[in-house]
């Protein structure tokens, strides 16, 4: 037998480029993956277009693996996710060594592109095709696998945020049908998966074809919860506006699914949000939390936020800070407001470095000191731990609580994939300790 071919793959970005990445290396059949570029037969790098200047850094990575072209002329050198989809055929004029570009809707037909390349073609795949890529994936390879999963189940955003990219990389929105997230959920769990994480850039805006119609996210995941063998249940990313009565009833009723919620609301002032084309206010936001809350008082909040957006007083960005305090979040994500090309907010003006710096230490100091504090508030309770890896020392095992913190026991016997009750202990800077309760 042949000996198989090396594929490096860099993954970039979000979920559900890692989610993407581990579908194209399944697809590529012939291949076994690699750690180091220098082994590999073929070099992916599965892009990102929502860092500043992502493009340019994409070019900067592809000058790298240009000895390794040279010494080994036969290495193909692919790139995929959203800067491919964006940038396209330029890829190939400013990288010559590029020898094909494959977008996030069309990465089923990778296979036909590496043999197109290998016969000397440069085959660039950027087309939203009419057929399902899920369709054509085959099921997930029969390996067994670690506990935790992800699942896409939606994709692309018809919400146009002024400051995003996402509508133009990925599309219009599109949900997945029941029966094919059903079985492949069932696939994972027979691998050895206990957690899937449902994924979709608008991912509560799931309007997927099941029995009867068209299901909502909370009724899929009732039928998730059916699942025998699945042991929880997560979603992201959520939008406000999409926050469904079926879907806030579920975090109350539903046992799998984990008491944590990713909401991003960018801004806690009125006059950004609009900007923003975020059709929601701040007090409806903070509503909305209220309800979610009273549905599963101990939820853990998380959030996106963005300062220095073009036309943020001072004021806008204490109406942020003020929001922040009201919301009190376990976990946050916030950035200094960048241009995207081909975005509305890119054409506006902007506000200096100086004065984005300066907001953004100012939130992430407010984040870090609730963030500790909601993982402070751990100690002495117990929690439910999926174990997922053996820790740095001897006999310890690490794994997370329903709450996403990562928590570290010394639990001789406790195995990946165990659920265990955990007394906290401790709470470190990134982390908790317990011991198994
Ligand atoms: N769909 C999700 C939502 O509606 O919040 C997430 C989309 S995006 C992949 C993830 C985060 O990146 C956003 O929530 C936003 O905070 C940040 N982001 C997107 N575009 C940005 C930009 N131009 N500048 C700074 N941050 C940005
Ligand atoms: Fe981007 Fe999310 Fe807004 Fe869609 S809802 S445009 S993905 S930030």
Redesign the pocket.
């Known amino acids: 037998m042949a000996e198989p071919k090396k594929l490096y793959i860099k993954t970039y970005g979000c979920q559900m480029n890692v989610y993407d990445s581990e579908r194209m290396a399944e697809v590529m059949d012939g291949y076994v993956k690699t750690e180091t570029p220098e082994d590999a037969d073929m070099i992916l790098l599965n892009t990102c277009h929502i860092r500043e200047k992502a493009a340019e850094k994409v070019y900067s990575e592809l000058g790298r693996f240009k000895n390794l072209k040279v010494e080994k002329p036969d290495l193909r050198i692919g790139v995929a996710g959203c800067v491919a989809q964006a940038e396209g055929e330029e890829i190939m004029r400013r990288q010559p060594m590029v020898d094909l570009v494959v977008g996030p809707q069309s990465y089923h037909r990778l296979p036909e592109l590496e043999a197109k390349s290998r016969a000397g073609q440069k085959p660039v795949d950027i087309d939203f095709p009419e057929e399902d890529k899920f369709e054509k994936l085959k099921g997930r390879p029969k390996a067994s696998r670690g506990p935790t999963a992800f699942l896409s189940v939606q994709e692309g955003?018809d919400?146009?945020?002024a400051f995003?990219v996402?509508?133009y990389t990925r599309g219009a929105e599109v949900s997945r049908p029941v029966q094919q997230i059903i079985r492949e959920a069932n696939d994972l769990v027979e691998r050895g998966v206990r957690e899937i994480t449902l994924l979709g850039?608008?991912v509560n805006a799931y309007h997927g074809e099941g029995e009867g119609g068209t299901w909502s996210l909370a009724k899929l995941i009732w039928e998730l919860d059916k699942v025998d063998g699945l042991e929880r249940i997560r979603f992201t990313?959520s939008?406000p506006n999409d926050m469904s009565d079926d879907l806030i009833e579920a975090h109350g009723t539903c046992k799998k699914l984990m008491p944590y919620l990713h909401l991003?609301v960018q801004s806690g002032s009125d006059k950004i949000l609009k900007r923003m084309n975020r059709s929601h206010t701040a007090e409806e936001y903070l509503k909305l939390i209220e309800r979610i809350r009273e549905a599963r008082p101990d939820i853990l909040m998380s959030g996106d936020f963005i300062v220095g957006f073009p036309e943020e007083t001072e004021e806008d960005f204490q109406a942020t800070m003020d929001l922040l305090e009201a919301v009190k979040y376990g976990y946050a994500y916030s950035f200094k407001y960048s241009t995207r090309p081909g975005t509305p907010a890119a054409e506006r003006e902007q506000l200096s470095e100086d004065v984005k710096s300066e907001r953004l230490s100012r939130l992430q100091e407010v984040i870090t000191r609730h963030q500790r504090e909601v993982q402070d508030d751990m100690v002495g309770r117990k929690v439910n731990v999926l174990f997922e890896k053996p820790g740095r020392l001897e006999g310890q095992m690490v794994g997370k609580s329903e709450y996403l913190h990562a928590v570290h026991v010394q639990a001789d016997g406790v195995q990946a994939g165990d659920l265990r009750e955990v007394e906290i202990t401790e709470s470190g800077p990134n982390s908790l300790r317990g011991q198994i309760a």
Do not use: G, L, S
């Open positions: 955003c919400k146009f945020c995003c996402v509508p850039q608008n990313t939008h991003p």
